[in-house]
């Protein structure tokens, strides 16, 4: 996979160059960026992450559940002004959005924090800036237009009871960002990216962030398998496994043809078998920690036979979405039900309780197989499991700050 297609352009997001660089070049100037949250952090990072500082605000009341600016991230950069490159980029005319991440340049970085510590973040507009020359080292305040973040929230308000909580601060996975390969941290950053989108609706728009979800599962699932050069199934083993009652019928039907029914049928379907396959696959990898305290009402099977007819039931539902505009069932957009595990400790339910009819749909038992509170747990702790095989790798030297 090319890094960038082309050649007058540094390979590499800004914030991902800009921490490379720190490690050899002098600060060109800085800025602070108020990060909004309906978490409450303790603690502050001050180092380990290169040229970035999470400040603590402290809000008042310091009680989670009001969306204040909780942190405020100074950001010191050290990359040269790169208007020449830009130029000459123009006049080649050859496009390339393989730095590009999505959103604005600081979007990246507050979607990595709110994976690390999975709780919603959102960037304000910078506040204060510091110059090369400036004689207050104070730095100078600043104003830069922009609307305060707000959550849209429905009926809904507590769908993923543990993102309005106290967290600490901490830089065990955000530290290793500059030393993954770009290739493989641009995929990390934009599966962060739909994963924090997500959370940011959830209470207002589950149809949303379901999508969204699933579509951060999904980045980090191709790229996970293109690192292991998975799936390494012949088109008939993939049908097996991918629709083994559909399999099971063709092989009936065809008889003696069947070995060369099945290929053809899963050659033919091959692309968004294999697109399934490496979602499911890496659910089943990375995300099979239940939560815990573990709830007495309405559970879920956290096994990976369970789990396996519960993802390709998700997968399918997000496809009717996508392009049916048939949403998501309603109960599995719902808060979970309170309960408690054995010892008495607080526990939620991870599924909707029972059949339901609301709005017009009926839905069975057996088509709410988990709510998003159990799929935002499942999605985090595959996306945090990755990030950390990653962190892993052999660090790979990168031509990211080059130039």
Known sequence: MADSSNPELPTGSWIYRNWQASQT???????????????????EIRSGLGPYLLLNTVPEPHEPG?????????????????????????????????????????????????????VRVAVGAPSRWFRKGDTDGRGSPRYSQGAVPTIPEGRQRNVIPELRRTTHLNTELLSTYPTIDWASARELARSARSYRQGLWVASGEGNLAWLFLVSAAETAANEWARLRTEPQLSPAELLHSMRPDYATRLEQAAAEHAPAVLNEVGETQSTVLRAQWKFREFLLTFGLDAPQPRPKAWPIDWTENGMKKTLDKIYRYRSEALHASKPFPLPMCESPFPSEDEQGARAWSEKPGGASYQGGGLWTDEQLPLNLYAFHHLVATALQGWWRELARAPTVTSNAAAG
């Open 66 to 118: 009001t969306v204040v600016p909780a942190i405020v991230l100074r950001v010191s950069a050290h990359l040269p002004d790169d208007t020449d490159q830009v130029v000459k980029a123009f006049r080649a005319g050859v496009p390339d959005s393989g730095a590009f991440t999505g959103g604005t340049t600081y979007d990246e970085l507050a979607s990595l924090i709110s994976l690390a510590h999975r």
């Open 25 to 43: 070049s002098a600060e060109e100037f800085a800025e602070e960026i108020p990060l909004y949250s309906d978490a409450r952090f303790t603690g």
